[in-house]
Every structure is written in C-alpha cells, then in structure tokens.
C-alpha cells in the first residue's frame, strides 16, 4: 500500500499495514482509539448517518472491519457498535455465503467497479437469518489509495414488509370499517379494546373518540354488559357464540344481534376477541309486525272458516228441510189426486150415456190434468229421492240399462217404431238407481221429441274421449238460447200439447250425475236433433 | 166361483167408495167386509176364529190406518196360529220401497199400490182371483 500521510491528524499508513492480513478482526486499543478519531473528526457526517433512518450505513477499512456504525445497522443487525467495531463485515453474512466467498467478492467489486450491490441472507447478533438489500461503495483517499468501504443496507424482511403493509392495511382496514354501521371491535384476553370501528361514536355517543385500552365493561355500562356477559365468558374460553337482544346504547333500547369470535393462536391460547354488534331492531319489529298480522290473518281466517262452517250447516239443513218437504208434499198431494181421478172415473162410468159431448170432454180434460199432475208429483218425488238418496257405489251396466229401458218403450208404445243404437260394453262405477233414473229420463225425452222424425233415430255411447257419454236424437231440438235453462226444475221450452211433460225430468238428470260428481250439458238445432253429454266421477262426489 | 167373504181394512171412505166401485163388478161373487182399522179388523178376526166362524178368504188391506196400521195387522195376524192361513194382499197409497219389502217379507201375497187410472184394477183383480182360486 502506498504511504503519502499528507493529512493531519491521520494516522501513518503503517497502521492499516498493521491491520490488514491475519490482523483482521482483532480488536486493539490502538485500532479503536484510531476509530474514535475518525469519528471524531467526522462529527457532521456522522450525524447525518445516523438520521438516515432504516437504512444501515457502517463503514470498513479495506479488509472490510467495521469502523463505524449506525443506529439503523444496531437496530437490523442488532449488534451495538461497541460489539461490532472492529470485526470483520463477513460476520454479517451466512456462512454459506461466507464459505462461498461472498463478502471478499463484494469488497472486490466495490474496489474495483465502484460499487457492488447484493441482496441475501445477513445474520443478525442473535443468529437470526434476514433478508437485506445492501450496496458497497469504496472510499479512496486523496492519492486514489483505498480506505476502505460503505455499506448501506435495508432491512427487507416480510416481517418488515409485512409491518410496513401492515400499517398501510390497517389504514385500509380502519376506512373500511368505518364505512360500516355496525359496530365491530377487537378486545385482548383481559376484555380491553385493541380496534374498534367509528360506528362505536354514534352508538355510545359523546366523545367516543378512542376506547382503546379501555374495558368492554366500562365502555357498555354495567347493565348491558352484565347481559352479554354470560355469552362474552363462553367466546373468551374458545367458543364462537351468536345471539340476539335488546340491550340500551346510550339510553336507547337496540335489538341487536351479537357475534363473538374468538382468535386462537395455533397453539389454542386466546389472542383476542372479535365483536360484531349488528342492530335489528327494524327488522325485529317488522318480524313483530309481521307475526301480529300473521296471527291476526289466522284469526280472521279461523272466524271466516267457523262462519263458512255455520253457513254450510245452514245451508245444509236448509236443503235437507226443502228436499224433505218437497217429499211429503208431493207424497200427501199424491192422495187428493188419486181421489179426483178415480171420482172423475167414476161420473164417467155411472153417468157416461147420460152425459152429452160437451160433458164427456170436460170430464176427459179433468183427467188429463190429474194424471199430468200425477206424473209432476211423481217427477218431484224422484227429484228429492235424487237427492236426498245414500249413494252406492257398484259397478253399473249402462248399456244393459238403456237397453231395458228402450225396451220398455218400445213396450208401452208398440206401433212406433225407432232406430235404436246402443253402444255396448258401457259399465261405469256409480249408484244403479240414479244412473237408470237419469238415462230414463233422457231416452224417454228422446222417445218424446223424435214422435215427429221420418225415421226417428235415437243413439247411446261414449265419444271418442273415453269419459264422455252421449244420447243423440234426430228429433224436435231446441234453441241454444235455453241450453242452461233447461236444466232447472219446471222449465219446458216446448207446448203442452206439442209434447207434454213436467219440466222435472232434466233437473233430475242434472241432479242424478252431480252426484256423481259428473257434468251434464247439451247442444241443438231447432229441428235437427238434440245431444245430451254426460261424464261421471270427475271428482267430488257427494 | 164360489167365493167367500173378503176382508177389505180401509180407513178413508173416498178410497172404500172406489175400490169398491172397481172390484164389486170384477169379483160378483164375492162378499165383502169392511173394517176401518188394523184394530177393528183384528178384534173381528178374534171373534170369528174364537166362534169357530168361517173365516174370510182373504184380506185386502192398506198401511196407513190409525190404531193399528196395515203391518202390525200383518204381523198379529201372521202370528195368530187361527189367522196365519188367511191370505193377505196390500192395496196402499204407499210407494215406499221399504213399506213394500216389510209387506211382502212379512207374509203379504201381493202388494199393489192404489191405482190412478180404472183399468188397472183388472190387475188386481186376477191377483185377487188367483188367491180366491185356492179356497176349497
């Protein structure tokens, strides 16, 4: 090395031929008072190192000893600068680092290209490993000899990016939270707030600037806490717990919601607890609102269902009266009749020769009336017997019964002759007497209607639906205008003497197939003929 | 025919007046006794029997009597040893299906209901007869 000791107060050169070599490391009075000197000298500079915050500034000769040393290079590396001075920088390295060469080759390029940068393992005082980023400048002297060298490094730990991310995210986080109307807060083990959110200033009102550090109890006032305290001492002993009350915030009563999370450590301690405070008290009377007008809406339904009820037993005894007396009355005209009749029969039989024609009609009208009167009352008698009747529930040929029932007309009436079809195989499950009754009475109106048809044409069966049955005639018809009307009781849309009847004989048929929970409907053409449609078991049978 | 005497138990005096009408002339030789009750009628019976009088033939009777109705008469006289051989024949205003079916499984030969029209009485004459044919 070159000696030129130009400087004052400079140490000879021949000190750092002392150091150099297998000198390096060891610490002497000599070389530490050389150090204090230095520094000495350097009191600005100093100073200006030592406010550079984290960054490590230490300097080394050129061996690369440390002779001075920050306050950031104690705080990262942990060593004092009394520790530190002196040694060798290559104990700031990893030993693979060192084995490999490492620090020797910083030096190098330093000297050589002016600066080396690095960015690896250094080891702390206590063993501990830690990233850093670090750059070596050399120091020459005025001759252009090498001095020795700076080190700056920056400490690049997660720990410490994380701790510089955390305070940035805990900004975040508080922003965040104080966006939010629910109170959210984070106490220690000893119930004390860590964090809470701005909600807790409009909840608790007054100067509720900063509760942390104080206590959960204090901070809620003794009743409220005394409330959740219960569920606060399950949380703090591990358990996550959820709940909801109505608890008093600053004089106000809230129905809140309450969830306590605990935070555990790996190793199953209590770190802290997490509170979420969510006010329900809207909802909570809407539910209220809702359940009353729920139970009102039952009771309004179960006063409607008890006076519906009432109606119907009304209703039903109403009927179950009207049918009954239906009966008895068309049963007790049943006997005056009969008398009128055979009285009327009899003034014919005693007086017949002495009776003039005049006489002799008006005593065949009077039997003509009473045997129309006759069939009505035996048509009503029936209507109520429809109705008033236990239903069976059998299997019932309605093809045999049309068949009878044709032949009987066929009986009563031989000189007329009719084109009768009968589908067969017809069977349905149903009562035999309403079914025979209803399909008199249409084949019998049919017989009835077609006495003016060249040739009468009447046909029984089943359309193409497989549930509903037809009786189609070629004869009379009638106006689709009284389709609904013909089937209600004492309703006719033809003249007595054109083709007599009671009126009765559809309301019965329409009664007969309700019960069987049925339907009945008809379709003509004024002289084209009449079809009457019927289905059985639809559904409600009654 | 050598008839006998026909037991005829109506309580309405329009209906005696008719059917008598009707019947008289179908059946000339047959007396009739009218009684206007099941109670009349049965004491009658009694006495009869009791006599070791000649019974009627037959009996012609409706249901709708007061005192003792056309059915308990069935049944007393069904279960009177001295009565039970006497026909019995309802002729009724009653269409009752189940009056019908009590008449004829208590015993009753025929049961007619009370005709409107005349002609129908021919029926219950040959009815009448077929039973009266019997009588030795």
């Known amino acids: ?542 | 025919m050598k008839c006998g005497v026909i037991l005829y138990v109506e309580d309405d005096p329009d209906d005696i007046h008719l059917t008598m009408l009707n019947l008289e002339p179908r059946l000339p030789d047959c007396g009739f006794v009218v009684k206007r009750d099941g109670l009349e009628a049965l004491e009658f019976l009694e006495e009869e029997a009791a006599a070791s009088k000649v019974l009627p033939a037959l009996m012609l009777v409706d249901i709708k009597m007061p005192r003792m109705n056309g059915l308990e008469l069935l049944r007393r006289v069904r279960a009177d040893g001295r009565l039970a051989a006497i026909p019995v024949v309802f002729l009724t205003s009653s269409g009752n299906e189940r009056d019908k079916r009590e008449a004829l499984q208590g015993g009753a030969k025929f049961y007619f209901e009370k005709p409107l029209d005349f002609a129908a009485y021919d029926r219950i004459a040959d009815a009448l007869r077929s039973l009266l044919m019997r009588f030795p």
């Not at chain 1, 490094?153 to 940035?168: F, G, R, W, Y």
């Not at chain 1, 008006?362 to 048509?379: F, G, P, Q, V, W």
Request: charged share 30%; proline share 4%.
């Open chain 1, 1 to 542: 090395m070159k000696k030129k000791t130009t400087n004052r107060g400079r140490r000879p050169a021949s000190a750092h031929r002392v150091l150099k070599g297998r000198y390096s490391g060891r610490i002497s009075g000599l070389v530490r008072g050389h150090h204090k000197a230095f520094r000495k000298g350097a009191g600005f500079f100093y100073q200006l190192v030592a406010s550079l915050g984290d960054y490590s500034v230490f300097t080394m000769d050129a061996q690369g000893n440390i002779s001075s040393w920050n306050s950031a290079a104690k705080a990262v590396f942990g060593f004092d600068e009394k520790e530190i001075i002196g040694r060798n920088f290559s104990n700031l390295f990893s030993e693979e680092d060192r084995n490999d060469g490492a620090p020797e080759r910083e030096l190098r390029e330093a000297e050589k290209l002016g600066r080396a940068v690095d960015e690896t393992w250094h080891i702390r005082k206590d063993g501990g490993k830690f990233w850093a980023a670090g750059a070596v400048f050399p120091l020459f002297d005025t001759t252009g000899a090498l001095r020795g060298f700076t080190k700056i490094a920056q400490d690049l730990t997660p720990s410490k990016i994380k701790e510089d991310a955390a305070h940035s995210t805990s900004a975040l986080v508080g922003m965040i939270t104080d966006a939010i109307p629910a109170l959210i807060g984070y106490i220690d083990p000893n119930q004390r707030y860590v964090f809470h959110n701005l909600a807790y200033k409009s909840w608790l009102g007054g100067d509720t600037r900063d509760l942390r550090g104080r206590r959960m109890a204090d901070v809620f006032g003794s009743e409220a806490y005394r409330a959740v305290k219960p569920y606060l001492e399950r949380a703090l002993a591990g358990e996550r717990v959820s709940f909801e009350m109505e608890l008093p915030f600053e004089g106000n009563l809230r129905w809140v919601h309450i969830d306590y999370v605990p935070d555990m450590d790996p190793k199953g301690f209590l770190r802290g607890l997490m509170s979420l405070v969510t006010d329900i008290t809207a909802a909570k009377r809407s539910e209220a609102a809702l359940r009353k007008s729920e139970a009102e809406l039952i009771l309004a339904k179960e006063e409607l269902e008890k006076q519906v009820e009432q109606r119907t037993a009304r209703l039903t005894q109403v009927n179950e009266e009207l049918t009954s007396f239906t009966y008895s009355a068309s049963h007790d005209l049943r006997a005056p009749l009969r008398k009128v009749e055979g009285f009327a029969q009899a003034i014919a039989l005693h007086a017949g020769d002495a009776l003039d024609d005049e006489a002799k009609g008006y005593l065949a009208r009077i039997r003509e009336a009473t045997k129309s009167m006759h069939r009505l009352i035996e048509d009503m008698l029936r209507l109520a017997g429809v109705i008033q009747r236990d239903l069976s529930h059998v299997e019932v040929d309605l093809s045999g019964a049309a068949a009878e029932i044709f032949a009987e007309l066929q009986n009563a009436d031989p000189n007329r002759s009719v084109e009768i079809r009968v589908q067969p195989g017809l069977r349905v499950r149903g009562d035999p007497e309403l079914l025979r009754i209803a399909l008199q009475n249409l084949l019998n109106n049919a017989w009835k209607f077609t006495r003016l048809a060249k040739p009468p044409r009447i046909e029984f069966g089943m359309m193409r639906d497989g549930k509903t049955y037809f009786v189609r005639d070629n004869g009379v018809g009638f106006d689709m205008r009284f389709a609904g009307k013909i089937f209600a009781p004492f309703e006719r849309l033809h003249r007595m003497e054109d083709f007599p009847g009671t009126g009765v004989g559809l309301a019965i048929v329409k009664r007969a197939i309700q019960r069987h929970g049925g339907r009945v409907w008809a379709q003509s053409k004024p002289g084209e003929g009449a079809s009457f449609f019927f289905t059985l078991n639809e559904g409600l049978r009654s």
